[in-house]
């Protein structure tokens, strides 16, 4: 078993190797992903290889942007290959970045799928509260003011990984082991075996 752990910025970015699976564990922010991240990346699909699993722990922005960064390059790069194989393509240009490895799962609880039609209002609401909090005078609200409002800045972004994994965009599964459903949600008693897939 191999883990390599990224430079993320303030979040984190792992990849573990082991026994032909590679799995990415959040993607850090988006420099840091492009600094750090996307050549090592590269290297994989250069040497034919795929990243089996994309798990995504949770929404915040630390975590999802270097993930959407990896898939803005995917989608950069098959715009480039479409235009390329057009009559007069050979003008469009290599996008800057390598191309990112095959992702053939991804694990995401998007916040449009844990609230549904409620995300904007949720959304507003965590930053209104984000602002009550932030004028308190004991620190630990003052705190939670913090993580309320990156949580609704980061609203957005989760939404933004649902649509561009979409059958309609990247054709990414999403959740498959687990009907489509959140990843969370599983039988009792049934260990979810990481390999399976």
Do not use: K, P, T
């Given at each position: 078993m191999d883990l390599t752990i990224f430079h993320a910025g303030k979040g984190d970015?792992?990849?573990l190797r082991a026994n032909g699976t590679n799995?990415?564990?959040?993607g850090g922010m988006r420099n840091a992903y492009r600094e750090h991240v996307a050549s090592a990346l590269g290297?994989?699909?250069?040497n034919g290889e795929?990243?089996?699993?994309?798990?995504v722990s949770h929404i915040d922005q630390d975590h999802i942007s270097g993930v959407l960064q990896l898939m803005d390059?995917?989608?950069?790069?098959?715009?480039?290959?479409?235009?390329?194989?057009?009559?007069?393509?050979?003008?469009?240009?290599e996008p800057r970045q390598p191309r990112p490895p095959k992702v053939r799962r991804l694990w995401h609880n998007a916040f449009k799928d844990q609230v549904d039609a409620n995300a904007g209002e949720i959304e507003e609401l965590l930053a209104a509260n984000a602002t009550?909090?932030?004028?308190?005078?004991r620190q630990e609200?003052?705190?939670e003011a913090t993580l309320q409002r990156e949580l609704a800045e980061s609203v957005p972004e989760a939404i933004e990984l649902s649509e561009r994994a979409s059958p309609e965009q990247l054709g990414i599964s999403v959740n498959?082991?687990?009907?489509?459903?959140?990843?969370l949600v599983r039988p009792s008693g049934r260990p979810i075996k990481v390999g399976a897939f």
């Open positions: 970015c792992l990849l799995i990415l564990v959040d290297a994989l699909r250069s795929e990243l089996d699993l994309l798990y390059d995917e989608l950069a790069w098959r715009v480039f290959r479409s235009q390329r194989g057009r009559a007069g393509g050979s003008r469009a240009r009550v909090l932030e004028m308190s005078n609200l003052r705190d498959r082991q687990f009907d489509g459903r959140l990843a």
